[in-house]
């Protein structure tokens, strides 16, 4: 039990950071750490609860200003996809979710590492950000990935930082509100879970603002460098804890 809270607390104190650091990918960096030890189902829940509180205090102490004209589409396929993470987390199977996680890092990280020298991608107009909002809503329910697929795609769309910015942390915060309370009115969040909630909290809550404190003095280029290079680190650990556990089944 002891470990337990040892793996629960280094999880939260590292993915706090990030994403106080970044304005999102709490999920990603807890989950890179709790895959390995926690019951998927807890991890997801313990993910989805710490990326909340650390967008609560984001949302507390960073005042941010939105276009609702932007943010409105990616709401609405949000609130679609939420339902169905949630009914998908319980039917997840362990390795499997690793090998997916894991793919997920390595490719999605890369990718956004490289995004300022790809097109602008110009189509699909408020459809398009919809199903990118759907997507991020259905990743909210499963683990608080919810920023995750939004946030490639306002940067393959050319949005400018601050307008990308406010558009992924009020989508987060909307997501993973909405999320959570799924959760808890559905029954999935046990009392053996509130004791691990509250380690989360604690451990989330000095991290996200010495995240958030460092962001202010780094350049933009050194910032995506740190992250994403962390979070790809993470899917190639995933990868190689997960491909040979698949490789045994069969």
Known sequence: MQALYVYV???AVLAGFVQGLSGFAFGLVAMSVW???L???LAAVLALFGALTGQVIAAVTVRRSFDKSVLWP???GGLVGVPFGVWLLPHLD???FKLCLGVLLVLWCPAMLMSQHLPKVAFGGRVAD???GAIGGAMAGIGGFSGTIPTLWCTLRGFQRDTQRAVIQNFNLSMLLVAFGIHVFSGNIGRSVVPLLGVVALAVAVPVLLGARLYIGISEVAFRKIVLGLLTGSGVALLASAVPALFSRS
């Open 9 to 11: 607390v280094a999880g």
């Open 35 to 37: 895959a390995w030890t």
């Open 39 to 41: 019951e998927p189902q």
């Open 74 to 76: 990616f709401l609405l």
């Open 94 to 96: 362990l390795v499997v």
């Open 130 to 132: 919809g199903v990118a």
